[in-house]
């Protein structure tokens, strides 16, 4: 007959582990911030959250320059998405051959700056409405796009698709692409932060009222 102990122990064991698996899927839980919610963004270890947008319109050093000073961007990289190979460099990418557009990458804290304000700044600092050309800068290199992450940025970014149309800002027809987003390659490291390394240097963009 088992023994009363050994009873005892078992069901300490069993109790024990249950209320750690408890305790683990609660603090999973609250670190989760709801999809709905947040529009993908995601908890930091700091208690911050953090959501990602992916821009191209014209050349990426001047988008940099506004939109990295922009209150609630905690960071940007420039670089290449939307092509059909992997690893590519300036070099490829100017040739307007590969696919890829250059391209933002920006982290942001929603909680201070909504995703559909940020695109209304996108909106204003270039012209939408110019297929594969940005000022000078002619290609499809040079195009505007929205790489959206989650349905959440897709309805966002539709949302201000026709805000920019019915602004009145605009006399051509808004040409901006709305995709998914898929890897982005960091540009060379000398296009990063161009624009402070080099003050005066060529930029088509600026914010329009």
């Known amino acids: 007959m088992p023994n009363k102990r050994f009873f005892f122990v078992f069901a300490v064991s069993l109790a024990a582990g249950f209320l750690f698996s408890f305790y683990r899927s609660a603090r999973d839980s609250a670190r989760t911030v709801p999809a709905e919610a947040g529009k993908g963004a995601v908890m930091k270890a700091d208690g911050r959250r953090s959501e990602t947008a992916t821009l191209a319109g014209g050349c990426f050093w001047g988008m940099e320059e ?4 922009t209150p609630g961007v905690t960071g940007a990289v420039v670089g290449y998405t939307g092509g059909n190979f992997a690893d590519p460099k300036y070099e490829d990418v100017t040739t307007g051959k590969t696919g890829h557009a250059e391209s933002i990458e920006i982290t942001f804290d929603p909680d201070q700056l909504a995703y559909g304000a940020l ?10 409405t110019t297929p594969n050309r940005q000022g000078n800068d002619i290609g499809s290199q040079y195009r505007s796009a ?3 992450r989650g349905e959440s940025q897709k309805k966002e970014a539709e949302a201000a698709v026709s805000r920019a149309k ?5 006399k051509r ?3 901006t692409e709305i995709v998914p987003a898929g890897k982005f390659w960091p540009a060379e ?3 990063q932060d161009y624009l ?7 930029t088509c963009h600026y914010i329009r009222e």
């Open 146 to 148: 929205i790489f959206y």
């Open 173 to 175: 027809p808004v040409a």
């Open 189 to 191: 490291d000398y296009h």
């Open 119 to 128: 695109l209304d700044l996108f909106f204003r600092m270039h012209d939408p």
């Open 166 to 170: 019915a602004s009145g800002r605009w």
């Open 66 to 69: 506004i939109l990295g000073k």
């Open 196 to 202: 402070k390394k080099h003050p005066g240097g060529y």
